[in-house]
Structure formats: structure tokens, C-alpha cells
T-cell receptor
Framework: DSGVTQTPKHLITATGQRVTLRCSPR?????VYWYQQSLDQGLQFLIQ???????AKGNILERFSAQQFPDLHSELNLSSLELGDSALYFC????????????FGDGTRLSIL | TQLLEQSPQFLSIQEGENLTVYCNSS?????LQWYRQEPGEGPVLLVT?????EVKKLKRLTFQFGDARKDSSLHITAAQPGDTGLYLC?????????FGTGTRLTVIP
């Protein structure tokens, strides 16, 4: 058990819809990272937050956004969903910023029909 | 973008065999991490290597960081079915990790 909690575990929705994925980091960790994992592209870094502030941005689409709340949990919002957005979305956390060892949740599997 | 290529992409071996997985890049990384991911779970950190030429052992797993800090290898001795999974290397950037393409290992009993 990594201590990182992601909900929901599975999400099935239709094209054009909007969903919110939630992540609670490990106790004491200030940084939260979001990744997308699809079959043909491996693990792609989306965005990082540190203590409530955006710290780094990766290959995140404009239709996607994220935030980290004062209690340090984070949400990833995906809108105008397309078939190609179907993937596993992972959240990870680390104590500090910088590329420290990250602890991953078990992911949310998003299926777009 | 700092790319990390892993080889082989897929590997299927018999229990008891040895294997080596490679992680290569044209970029220099301050450190490199190896993760293993099992179906339905997130990646789990195995080791971090920091110094060029460093070798770390974790039971039957041996990790090496290249002298130039651009590449790394993972050697597994006497593989067991429990070693089955997706092995990912990740190079450290300023604020995040750059993950490799992954090696999917299957160890057949």
C-alpha cells in the first residue's frame, strides 16, 4: 500500500463529457503528480503541484486541468472527452518538489465509449 | 523532451533464467529510478541510482548506472514468476520524472 488513494477506480463515460479524478497523497507529501498511461505511449507526465501551486507542466492538453487544495488532495479535470482519452490516469506524490522517488496510487481507468 | 528508450520492449523467459533490461538516453540525468508495475496497480519504486558507474543490488536484481549517466541496466538472476511485470526506468528532471518506454517481462513457471 503506497498510501496514495485515487478515486474512482473505474470510470466509463461518453465522448463530449467531463469527469473529475481525485487523488489523496501520502501523509506528509506536499507534491502531487498526474500521469497518463495508455497502451501505446507508456507513462506520460501531465502536471505537478507542490503545496497548492502548479510547479511543472508536461504534455497536458488544454481540455485538461488540475488543482491542489489546501488539504493537499488534488483533482484532475478532463473535459470534452474524446475516444483517445481512454487510458489509465495515475497520481503520485512525493515529500518535496524535485524529482524525488514518487509513490503511485493504483490509478483510475477511464473508458470513453 | 528527454527520451528514455528501453529494450527489449517485451521479454518472455523460463523460470531460472537470467535477463538484462536496458534503458538508454541521449540526455544526462542527475539520477535514475527503476520501477516495477504489476497489472491493476501503480508503479512501485525499486531503486534510485545517483552516481555514474554506480551498482546497486536488491536480492536477485542488480542495477547499474552508466558512467556518463545517460544509460542504465537492470539484471535479474534466476528469474521467478513473481518477477513478472512492467519494468520502467525514469530519469530525473528539474521537477519531474521522464519515464522510459517500459519492458514487459513474463516469467514462465
Amino acid at each position: 500500500d503506497s498510501g496514495v488513494t485515487q478515486t474512482p477506480k473505474h470510470l466509463i463515460t461518453a465522448t463530449g463529457q467531463r469527469v473529475t479524478l481525485r487523488c489523496s497523497p501520502r501523509s506528509g507529501d506536499l507534491s502531487v503528480y498526474w500521469y497518463q498511461q495508455s497502451l501505446d505511449q507508456g507513462l506520460q507526465f501531465l502536471i505537478q503541484y507542490y503545496n497548492g501551486e502548479e510547479r511543472a507542466k508536461g504534455n497536458i492538453l488544454e481540455r485538461f486541468s488540475a488543482q491542489q487544495f489546501p488539504d493537499l488532495h488534488s483533482e484532475l479535470n478532463l473535459s470534452s472527452l474524446e475516444l483517445g482519452d481512454s487510458a489509465l490516469y495515475f497520481c503520485a506524490s512525493s515529500v518535496d518538489s524535485g524529482a524525488q522517488p514518487q509513490h503511485f496510487g493504483d490509478g483510475t481507468r477511464l473508458s470513453i465509449l | 523532451t528527454q527520451l528514455l528508450e528501453q529494450s527489449p520492449q517485451f521479454l518472455s523467459i523460463q523460470e531460472g533464467e537470467n535477463l538484462t533490461v536496458y534503458c538508454n538516453s541521449s540526455s544526462v540525468f542527475s539520477s535514475l529510478q527503476w520501477y516495477r508495475q504489476e497489472p491493476g496497480e501503480g508503479p512501485v519504486l525499486l531503486v534510485t541510482v545517483v552516481t555514474g558507474g554506480e551498482v546497486k543490488k536488491l536480492k536477485r536484481l542488480t542495477f547499474q548506472f552508466g558512467d556518463a549517466r545517460k544509460d542504465s541496466s537492470l539484471h535479474i538472476t534466476a528469474a521467478q514468476p513473481g518477477d513478472t511485470g512492467l519494468y520502467l526506468c525514469a530519469g530525473t528532471g528539474a521537477n519531474n520524472l521522464f519515464f522510459g518506454t517500459g519492458t514487459r517481462l513474463t516469467v514462465i513457471p
